[in-house]
């Protein structure tokens, strides 16, 4: 009964390569992001998607693009990825109508060598 | 922009005794939300506790509760009967429904730890 999952939950990967990172999420949420933590723990917002609608795109390199096939799913594919990449990426959902509370997945720590 | 900020990074504790973790914002909106996150060595991100900017009254949950003052602009969390489990990464956020932008602006986070 996971609410909001991810995978892979760790991910290493050599610089350059192009990967995936898939999110999923059974509440039922109308909105989907993606957060990034650096190593110093910090969090920052990077994507939001309301019914597969883009509505937030902070500053993040065009290597990341976000794709939601439906409400219930948002990847993020990284292309050529850098040594500055790696950190753990969240992803989170809520629902506009109910309580705009945000519940996380696991997280994937990206490590990029 | 919003901002958020949680001036002690680390902060230790006996077990049973109550800490209060300290978090200031800065927003001219009027309509917002503040929440306490919690990251165990675990990695996940777990709701501790939220607040509504347009509730006086401060919210509580079972031996956490919050002193929100809206003037000052201050939301610190309240953690009674310290448990060994409460050893964490303690997040502090700020989020605003207006513009339909409802990102989470975090703090840098504070290291609690619960020591026996």
């Known amino acids: 009964d996971t609410a909001v999952s991810q995978t892979p939950k760790y991910l290493v990967t050599q610089m350059g390569n192009d990967k995936s990172i898939k999110c999923e999420q059974n509440l039922g949420h109308d909105t989907m992001y993606w957060y990034k933590q650096d190593s110093k723990k910090f969090l920052k917002i990077m994507f939001s998607?309301?019914?597969?609608?883009?509505?937030i795109n902070e500053t993040v390199p065009n290597r990341f693009s976000p794709k939601s096939p439906d409400k219930a799913h948002l990847n993020l594919h990284i292309n050529s990825l850098e040594l500055g990449d790696s950190a753990v990426y969240f992803c989170a959902s809520s629902s506009r109508t109910i309580s705009d509370t945000q519940y996380f997945g696991p997280g994937t720590r990206l490590t990029v060598l | 922009a919003q901002t958020v900020t949680q001036s002690q990074p680390e902060m230790s504790v006996q077990e049973a005794e109550t800490v209060t973790l300290s978090c200031t914002y800065d927003t001219s909106e009027s309509n917002y939300y503040l929440f306490w996150y919690k990251q165990p060595p675990s990695r996940q991100m777990i709701l501790v506790i939220r607040q509504e900017a347009y509730k006086q009254q401060n919210a509580t949950e079972n031996r956490f509760s919050v002193n929100f003052q809206k003037a000052a602009k201050s939301f610190s969390l309240k953690i009674s009967d310290s448990q060994l489990g409460d050893t964490a990464m303690y997040f502090c956020a700020f989020m605003s429904p207006s513009g339909g932008s409802e990102k989470l602006v975090f703090g840098k986070g504070m290291k609690l730890t619960v020591n026996p």
């Open positions: 998607y309301n019914n597969k609608e883009l509505i």
